[in-house]
Structure formats: structure tokens, C-alpha cells
């Protein structure tokens, strides 16, 4: 199975801060990544596929890079609604597996 | 608009089936694109996929619970079936059906979510 393996898993950060979430797999999983914001008590919410494609109606200021093994997702002045947990998800093999989320708390 | 919803048991003892339907709206399970996945998240922790099906004939589960786990087609069109067998205390927590896209190449991403049922495992 391919491990993905989230840093940091949890971090605080003000309202306008510039936010980097990494996540490795443990093999190269080319560009197959994709990324989720849970808000509390809610579904997971698909943000950007393929590593670096915004999903339909998600904020310019959510943007994603990476190829390989390693991976990053940056939220640009983070806004008040993106205090949640953000999932890596891979989907190069099966079983398609997760990271253990990254928790963004206000400061 | 795409809609999917989880129903079913809020409590299951152990060692008992699980049954939980997922009910889709605004697409189809159909063998091309669009197909039905279960997630689930125990208390604080990770998401973990259960597996998914795009058809009868097309399906897939991850091999730690393939032996437990079946996901099938429901009495009607627009109905998903997850049944997972010989439920456990550590299988508490909360699942979701998704849709499932089908990308190029090896993509696949859950671009809709249900809102979840909590499933709590206790005598």
C-alpha cells in the first residue's frame, strides 16, 4: 500500500498568513494527488485534482504543486472559512489511500 | 444537481452486519465515468477507503477488508449497497458514500460527498 504521510498535522496561523501543507507519498505516485478540506462536524470537500487542477468553484487562492513523491498545497491569505483539515489523497494504485489530514487553527 | 445520502443503522453489536444505503441523485453509476465509493472516518482520525464500484462487473475493495466488505446495487437504479460483516468496536465511526470520477490515466477523485452516518459498534 502507498503511504501518504502529511506535515505538519497541525498548525496555527492568522487570518491573511500564506499556509503550506506537504504531503509524501511513499513511492512516486506521478501526479496523481488530490486534495480535501473537512470542515468540523462535515464531509470532506474535493479542492484540487491531479496535483495541481482547481476543482470548479474553489478560490484562486488554493493552489497545489508537486509530481513524484512529494506534494504541497498553499492557501494565499487564508480567510477565516479555511480554518479545517486538509487531506492528501492518492490515486495511483489501489487501495487509493489518504494522508492523516493537517488541522489549520486560528492563532 | 449531484446528491448523494447515507442511511442506516446508528448502532450495530459486534459481530453483526452493517447495511448502509447510499441513495444518488443527478448522475449515474454507469461504467464510464461515474461510480460509488464508501469512506469512513473513526473519531479524530484518518479517512480510510472501503472500496468502490462504476458496475456490477467492476468493482474494488482494499484487501485488509475485502474478505468482510461487498458494495452492490440497491433495489433501484439509484441505490448503493455497502455491507461489511462481523462489525468490530474499532470499526465505530463515521461513513460516507461518495461519487467517484473516473480521470485520464490513473485519476480518480471523490468530487461529491455524502454527509456521513455516524455508526457506533457496541454490545
Known amino acids: 500500500d502507498i503511504l501518504m504521510t502529511q506535515s505538519p498535522s497541525s498548525l496555527s496561523a492568522s487570518v491573511g498568513d500564506r499556509v503550506t501543507i506537504t504531503c509524501r507519498a511513499s513511492q512516486s505516485i506521478a501526479g496523481y494527488l488530490n486534495w480535501y478540506q473537512q470542515r468540523p462536524g462535515k464531509a470532506p470537500k474535493l479542492l484540487i485534482f491531479g496535483a495541481s487542477t482547481l476543482q470548479s468553484g474553489v478560490p484562486s487562492r488554493f493552489s497545489g504543486s508537486g509530481s513524484g513523491t512529494d506534494f504541497t498545497l498553499t492557501i494565499n491569505s487564508l480567510q477565516p472559512e479555511d480554518f479545517a483539515t486538509y487531506h492528501c489523497?492518492?490515486?495511483?494504485?489501489?487501495?487509493?489511500?489518504f494522508g492523516g489530514g493537517t488541522k489549520v487553527e486560528i492563532k | 444537481q449531484v446528491t448523494l445520502k447515507e442511511s442506516g443503522p446508528v448502532l450495530v453489536k459486534p459481530t453483526e452486519t452493517l447495511t448502509l444505503t447510499c441513495t444518488v441523485s443527478g448522475f449515474s453509476v454507469n461504467k464510464a465515468r461515474f461510480g460509488v465509493s464508501w469512506i469512513r472516518q473513526p473519531p479524530g482520525k484518518a479517512l480510510e477507503w472501503l472500496g468502490h464500484?462504476?458496475?456490477?462487473?467492476?468493482?474494488s475493495y482494499p484487501t485488509s477488508l475485502k474478505s468482510r466488505l461487498s458494495i452492490s446495487k440497491g433495489t433501484s437504479e439509484n441505490l448503493v449497497v455497502l455491507t461489511m460483516t462481523d462489525m468490530d468496536p474499532e470499526d465505530t465511526g463515521t461513513y460516507y458514500c461518495?461519487?467517484?470520477?473516473?480521470?485520464?490515466?490513473?485519476?480518480?477523485?471523490?468530487?461529491?460527498w455524502g454527509q456521513g452516518a455516524l455508526v457506533t459498534v457496541s454490545s
Open positions: 461518495a461519487r467517484i470520477f473516473r480521470g485520464s490515466g490513473w485519476s480518480f477523485d471523490f468530487d461529491v
Open positions: 464500484m462504476f458496475s456490477s462487473d467492476e468493482k
Open positions: 489523497q492518492q490515486s495511483y494504485n489501489t487501495p487509493l489511500t
